[in-house]
């Protein structure tokens, strides 16, 4: 499960068309289409609303990004590329022997492997704190204490997301049967009924934003759309400290307790506790402190 992602998998997660009878890493086909649907409301594009002329949530192929994280642990754990370079701008700084490759690989392509509390984290965060047949699994057991009640993890708030949009849809919208049949007047209808925007809307927003401006590894921001649309360089190598920087001895000098005091960390762990605490029941309602 921990096994670095085939670099030919990556590849196809980022150059496919999301399309509603594809293969999926979570979603069937229902789920993809109402996501996918939802997230062009939000995020509107040219093919969505005839004033836009930015990209949207279509062209930078964001449920790809949402359907791959979700169902990460069906694509060999991919949570995290590896790193440090994806070669995009040409081969980094080589200090070492010979000549760097050309083509420079991605190095972002591969998965870096994660370490068993990581693993129980990220699955606990996705899958939440029960198995397929509804019973407590005892590791994942804090997640529950910390959400004061059974925590409701990403899968499961996506699945009910989808079915809570058809019902309101067949409710408000009759003889329409789900949220993907609507016109898309009447999906901003249904998703701007304030007990609804709070809810799914709100996640789904937050994960097609990560979509749109993240890095193409992860299956979104195809062709960079999002990127150039806000004119961010993206990960353009030389940035930050040169490969021979970073191997080179430390040379500076120390920090004195005088500019350590300038980052006052009492202040700073006094405000990680301000926020909204996250309710099991609705746990995207929540907010951090700071």
């Known amino acids: 499960m921990l096994a670095a992602l085939p670099g030919e998998l990556v590849r196809q997660v980022v150059t496919r068309t999301a399309e509603a009878a594809e293969p ?19 995020i509107p594009g040219p093919k969505d609303d005839p004033i836009e002329t930015d990209p949207g949530a279509l062209e930078a192929n964001v449920i790809a990004y949402i359907d791959l994280f979700l169902g990460a642990f069906n694509a060999g754990g991919r949570i995290w590329g590896d790193g440090p370079f994806s070669g995009r701008a040409g081969p980094p700084p080589w200090p070492f022997g010979g000549s760097a490759p050309a ?30 047949a509804g019973k407590p699994i005892p590791e994942r ?8 009640g059974r925590y409701a993890g990403l899968q499961e708030q ?13 409710q ?6 789900d949220f993907v049949s609507l016109t898309p007047q009447q999906q901003d209808i249904l998703i701007a009924r304030p007990d609804i925007t709070v809810g799914f809307p709100s996640l789904a927003f937050q994960h097609a934003a990560e979509g ?29 400290y040169s490969a021979e920087e970073m191997i080179a001895p430390d040379s500076g000098a120390p ?12 202040t700073l762990f006094a405000r990680l506790a301000f926020g909204t605490p996250r309710a099991a029941n609705k746990p995207w309602m929540g907010r951090r402190g700071f």
């Open 255 to 266: 920090i004195s307790a005088t500019q350590l005091k300038t980052f006052d960390l009492e």
């Open 103 to 132: 083509p420079y690989p991605d190095d972002f392509a591969r998965t870096s492997p994660l370490s068993a509390t990581e693993e129980l984290s990220w699955r606990t965060l996705l899958e939440g704190t029960r198995d397929h």
């Open 172 to 177: 408000m919208f009759p003889p329409a049967t």
């Open 24 to 42: 999926h890493y979570f979603f069937d086909a229902h789920q993809y289409a109402t996501v996918q649907a939802l997230c062009r409301r939000l």
């Open 212 to 240: 749109m401006y993240g890095a193409p590894e992860y299956g979104g921001n195809k062709d960079l759309v999002g990127w150039k649309y806000i004119k961010f360089p993206g990960d353009a190598q030389p940035r930050g």
């Open 141 to 148: 057991a804090w997640a529950d204490a910390a959400a004061g």
């Open 158 to 170: 996506y699945t009910q997301g989808v079915t809570d949009l058809d019902s309101a849809a067949a």
